[in-house]
């Protein structure tokens, strides 16, 4: 069974500061890996995929990368802002022929302080 | 335009009762599915549906049952509801052409 951790749960950073998000998956068996952002009363938007293949993933501020091996991801945001207050999810996707199941992580819950 | 929406937004309604929680995507995938998010905050697939046919059936009880009509619409029946069933119910889709999946608003439930 694939379990996912993401640390930390919450953490509040002055605007301007990097922010490192952690997670940790136990089957290292995945087909490729997500980063979703969850607004307070919304749904999911994807930020960013890495195929099982890749190391890393880049959109504008956001970096992602990958340690299949070692059952590990870290999503990096530069030069924080306020707008980037959100919960980031992580969810991994199973190597299981003919379906796309995920399995999230909790988020770590991030408050950009202007 | 809404890609992925969902309605109701907000549901509360008493243990024991009956309700559908409806969803309909316009981007034209084959895939929909429903998660249920509860209040520690893990979001867990409950069901998958490809081109209206069931393809993932997580331990779920068999209280909820889902139905597609067609493959823009996959909406989610809740028999004889119960205190535990208070959660926020997401609707996904997915191009199987495609690993990204787009989710909609949220359904949030609450039985009293």
């Known amino acids: ?114 | 335009d809404t890609a992925v929406s969902q309605t109701p937004k907000y549901l509360v309604t008493q243990m024991g009762n009956d309700k559908s929680i409806k969803c309909e995507q316009n981007l034209g995938h084959d895939t929909m599915y429903w998660y249920k998010q509860d209040s520690k905050k893990f979001l867990k697939i409950m069901f998958s549906y490809n081109n209206k046919e069931l393809i993932i059936n997580e331990t779920v009880p068999n209280r909820f049952s889902p139905k597609s009509p067609d493959k823009a619409h996959l909406n989610l029946h809740i028999n004889s509801l119960e205190l535990g069933d208070s959660a926020v119910y997401f609707c996904a889709s997915r191009n199987n052409q495609r690993e990204t999946q787009y989710f909609g608003p949220g359904t949030r439930l609450l039985v009293l």
């Open chain 1, 1 to 114: 069974k694939q379990e996912v951790t993401q640390i930390p749960a919450a953490l509040s950073v002055p605007e301007g500061e990097n922010l490192v998000l952690n997670c940790s998956f136990t089957d290292s068996a995945i087909y490729n890996l997500q980063w979703f952002r969850q607004d307070p009363g919304k749904g999911l938007t994807s930020l960013l995929l890495i195929q099982s293949s890749q190391r890393e993933q880049t959109s504008g501020r956001l970096n992602a990368s990958l340690d299949k091996s070692s059952g590990r991801s870290t999503l990096y945001i530069a030069a924080s802002q306020p707008g980037d207050s959100a919960t980031y999810l992580c969810a991994v996707r199973r190597v299981f022929y003919g379906n796309n199941r995920l399995a999230f992580g909790k988020g770590n819950q991030v408050v950009v302080i202007p």
